[in-house]
């Protein structure tokens, strides 16, 4: 079965201090992505990677970082998180009609 | 103009309803079409994929893309509460990236 774990699934932080966001996929595929989901803004892509030490910005990488070491594992990395940052955060392995979304990360920065 | 439009509702029905859900979009590079389902607190699940202009059924579920008029429906059938979810329309071609319309919230009521 298709699987995108994430962890942690709830975080609540404080403005500052770095945090990172894990994600694994046991698809074997070589397409990974990151999106926040807003009220109002919908899903927004981060960052996105199509291989291994491949990864592209997507449409709101400000204030993010992502590595690609492993084709399983795709972090989020917030160096310095603020609270524009506080958000509903997914994981996607796959692209087009074999995507799928982990469960969700749900950050809150103070 | 966005790249996709999608009325966020909410939209509210009686159980047995043909429910009709839309997204116009506006890059002509777009060639597939998605659909996803978001459960409250879940990730986002592939509901429907079509490419090109067309229709797709697959049980009480019937997407419709016009590419003409940049005009794409979702249709669900015989609506259960078990459909009350977000919808969301993805349109993706031309690059690698996916972009998501903002999502219908779609309560089926028994």
């Known amino acids: 079965e298709a699987q995108v774990t994430q962890n942690p699934r709830y975080l609540i932080t404080v403005t500052g201090k770095k945090l990172t966001v894990t994600c694994s996929q046991n698809m074997n595929h070589e397409y990974m992505s990151w999106y926040r989901q807003d009220p109002g803004l919908g899903l927004r892509q981060i960052y996105y990677?199509?291989?291994?030490?491949?990864?592209d910005k997507g449409d709101v990488p400000e204030g993010y970082k992502v590595s690609r070491k492993e084709k399983r594992n795709f972090p989020l990395i917030l160096e310095s998180p603020s609270p524009n940052q506080t958000s509903l955060y997914f994981c996607?392995?796959?692209?087009?009609?074999?995507?799928?979304f982990g469960p969700g990360t749900r950050l809150t920065v103070l | 103009q966005k790249e996709v439009e999608q009325d966020p509702g909410p939209l509210s029905v009686p159980e047995g309803a043909i429910v009709s859900l839309n997204c116009t979009y506006s890059n002509s590079a777009f060639q597939y079409f998605m659909w996803y389902r978001q459960y409250s607190r879940k990730g986002p699940e592939l509901l429907m994929y079509?490419?090109?202009?067309g229709n797709k059924e697959d049980g009480r579920f019937t997407a419709q893309v016009d590419k003409s008029s940049k005009y794409i429906s979702l249709f669900i059938r015989d609506s259960q509460p078990s459909d009350s979810a977000t919808y969301l329309c993805a349109p993706q071609g031309g690059s690698e990236k996916l972009v998501f319309g903002k999502g219908t919230k779609l309560t089926v009521n028994p």
């Open positions: 996607a392995g796959g692209f087009g009609d074999t995507q799928y």
């Open positions: 990677s199509m291989n291994v030490e491949v990864t």
């Open positions: 079509t490419y090109s202009s």
